[in-house]
């Protein structure tokens, strides 16, 4: 069992920064894969970034690939997500997500655990 608490949104003007975090525990962290999903009102939640176990590798939507970047550290049991150059579309809350069966990072079955989320506004 991990449990996932994310931190770090709040209001941003667009073309803005900010930086999420993700403290997990519970279990060795560095067995997971990583990864951050969104949901925008009314819609699904989606893919955002994903961060292998050793942090050697990562992935993006196409949506924010060149604007975020996905890092973790494996000592401090923590996984972040850098976004900048904010639009006002990436307004969602921000979920973190764990999992260790493999399988493809943007299908929701392919991670087991989830935080609260954490939620990102974006103002023009």
């Known amino acids: 069992q991990v449990q996932l608490v994310e931190s770090g949104g709040g209001l941003v003007q667009a073309g803005g920064s900010l930086r999420l975090s993700c403290s997990a525990s519970?279990?060795?962290?560095?067995?997971?894969?990583m990864g951050w999903f969104r949901q925008a009102p009314g819609k699904e939640r989606d893919f955002v970034a994903a961060?292998?176990?050793?942090?050697?590798?990562?992935s993006y939507s196409d949506s924010v690939k060149g604007r975020f970047t996905i890092s973790r550290d494996n000592d401090k049991n923590t996984v972040a997500l850098q976004m900048d150059s904010l639009k006002l579309e990436d307004t969602a809350v921000y979920y973190c997500a764990a999992g260790s069966r493999g399988g493809v990072y943007y299908a929701q079955e392919t991670w087991e655990y989830w935080g609260q989320g954490t939620q990102v506004t974006v103002s023009s």
């Open positions: 519970g279990h060795t962290f560095s067995v997971y894969y």
């Open positions: 961060i292998s176990r050793s942090g050697g590798s990562t």
